[in-house]
Structure formats: C-alpha cells, structure tokens
C-alpha cells in the first residue's frame, strides 16, 4: 500500500458526460500529480499540485482541469468526455515539489467512456 | 512531446535470462528513476540515480547512469517470473515547466 488513495476505482460512463477523479495523498506529501495511461502511450503527464498551487503542466487538454485543496487532496474533472477519453488515471504525490524526490502512485482510477 | 526514450517497448525472455532496458533524454538530467508497474498494478519506485556514471545494484537488478546524464539502463540477471511487468525510466525534464516524465516503459514478460 503506497499510502496514496484513488477514488473511484473504476468510472463507466458516458460521451459528452462529466466526471471527477479523486485523490488523496500521502500523509505528510505536499505535492500531487495526475498522470494518464492509455495502452500505447504510457504515462503520460497531466498535471502536478505542489502544496495548493500548480507546478507543471503536461499535455492536459482544456477540458480537462484539476485543484488541490487546503487539505492537499486533489481532484481531477474531465468533461465533454469522448471515448478516447478511456485510460487509466494516477494520481502520485511526493514530499517535494521537484527534482530528486520519488512519486508514490495510487492503485489507479479506470475510466471508461461508452 | 515525449523527452525521454525507452527501448525496447518489448521483450520476451526464457527464465534464467538476462534483460536489459535502455533509457535516452534529449536533455541532461539531474537525476534518473526506475518504476516498475507490475500487470494490474501501479507503478512503484524501485531507485534513483543521481551522480554520473553511478551504478547500483538491487539483488539480481542492476541501474546504470551514464557519464553524460543523458542515459541510463537496467539490467536484470537471471530472470524470474516475479520479474514480469512494465519498466519505466523517469526524469525531471521541462526547464521553467520542470517536470517528472516517464519513458513509454518496457514491457518485460517471462517464459518459464
């Protein structure tokens, strides 16, 4: 167990439709970070939350927006969802905000689009 | 797009052999990290490498950075079925927009 809790597990859902993932990190890590992971395109970065403020950016589109609160749980919300939408979302956090700190990943949360 | 490289995207080995994975940047790196993502799994951090040419070893695993910081490998001894799974290599890359990329990763499965 890394610590860090994904919910939900799994998400059907479908196109057009609005969802939101959420995470909650490590005790004591103030940095969050949303990843997606499609069969072909590993993992792909989205987003990173370093204690309330966003960090960096990945290739997160526009209808895609993400938050860290107070609590420095985050939340991912995807919406006008299309099918290749479907992936498998991370969220990791970390103690530092960058450079030499390693990410704990949570068990995943499985969106799929119909 | 994509800055750092993985190969093979594959590879399919006889237990008892031994595999490698190889890990690219098109910039230098403060620091290298290896995942592993188990099949249904998430991926957990097994090391980082931090100085050039720094070599660590994790029982039958061995991580290499090389001298330039730009690459970086891990091999793998004799290998078990435990073994099978997703190899990733991660960097902080991105300049002002610094952030932890991840390889395409190697999927690693064994023949027992």
């Known amino acids: 167990d890394s610590g860090v809790t994904q919910t939900p597990k799994h998400l059907i859902t479908a196109t057009g439709q609005r969802v939101t993932l959420r995470c909650s990190p490590r005790?004591?890590?103030?940095?969050v970070y949303w990843y997606q992971q499609s069969l072909d395109q590993g993992l792909q970065f989205l987003i990173q939350y370093y204690n309330g403020e966003e960090r960096a950016k990945g290739n997160i589109l526009e209808r895609f927006s993400a938050q860290q609160f107070p609590d420095l749980h985050s939340e991912l919300n995807l919406s006008s969802l299309e099918l290749g939408d479907s992936a498998l979302y991370f969220c990791?956090?970390?103690?530092?905000?960058?450079?030499?700190?390693?990410?704990?990943f949570g068990q995943g949360t499985r969106l799929t689009v119909v | 797009g994509q800055q750092v490289m993985q190969i093979p995207q594959y590879q399919h080995v006889q237990e008892g052999e031994d595999f490698t994975t190889y890990c690219n940047s098109s910039t230098t790196l403060s620091n290298i990290q290896w995942y592993k993502q188990r099949p249904g799994g998430h991926p957990v951090f097994l090391i980082q490498?931090?100085?050039?040419?720094e070599v660590k070893k994790q029982k039958r695993l061995t991580f290499q950075f090389g001298e330039a910081k730009k690459n970086s490998s891990l091999h793998i001894t004799a290998t078990q079925t435990t073994d099978v799974g997703t190899y990733f290599c991660?960097?902080?890359?991105?300049?002002?927009?610094?952030?932890?990329?991840f390889g395409k990763g190697t999927l690693l499965t064994v023949n027992p």
């Open positions: 005790s004591g890590d103030l940095s």
């Open positions: 991660a960097g902080w890359v991105g300049g002002s927009n610094y952030k932890l990329t």
């Open positions: 490498l931090v100085k050039s040419g």
């Open positions: 990791a956090s970390s103690v530092g905000g960058g450079g030499r700190t390693e990410a704990f």
